[in-house]
């Protein structure tokens, strides 16, 4: 299985919009616990508009987003912190469940698991990998 990854950080929609057709991509995950943004365009409803009038799925995972604790930490770059909080946050069972959906979900279509950081090493969306797709080619898109 093939699990795309992309951050918002720092682009605009023109520019996600087409990282994301280029690769292929026919559905996007929200993994944030929070979809807001401050980044026009980016917050859940006109997201998953612009989403669907490029004709890409949306589909967001409130469970496995980053804890308050651990998204405090991704700002300070203690990633050591953010690694335990969210740890945490996989062992609870609707994260569990929704690890599964987002497995399921990929299966069947490209998938694109969005957060904010534009860098996936700085970002929980490569530990939640690391954790529940073991085995899956993960590729990070930059935009």
């Known amino acids: 299985m093939k699990i795309f990854t992309i951050g918002y950080e720092a682009t605009t929609m023109a520019a996600f919009l087409s990282t994301l057709t ?22 859940k409803t006109s997201l998953a508009a612009s989403l ?5 799925a949306y589909v967001h995972l409130k469970a496995l987003g980053t804890p308050k604790a651990g998204r405090d ?9 953010l690694e335990a909080v ?4 996989l062992e609870l069972p609707e994260a569990q ?4 959906r987002m497995l399921e979900l990929a299966a ?13 090493r ?22």
């Not at 069947?108 to 996936?120: F, K, Q, T, V």
């Open 22 to 43: 280029a690769a292929g991509v026919e559905q996007v995950i929200d993994v944030r616990a929070l979809p807001l943004s401050r980044r026009p365009g980016f917050s």
């Open 122 to 143: 700085h970002c929980h969306r490569t530990l939640l990998l690391e954790a529940e797709a073991v085995g899956a080619e993960v590729v990070d898109l930059y935009c």
């Open 97 to 100: 469940a929704q690890a599964a």
């Open 52 to 56: 669907s009038a490029a004709g890409i």
């Open 73 to 81: 930490a991704a700002k300070k770059a203690d990633l050591a912190t």
């Open 108 to 120: 069947e279509r490209p998938s694109a698991l969005l957060c904010y950081e534009r860098d996936p």
């Open 86 to 89: 969210y740890a945490g946050q």
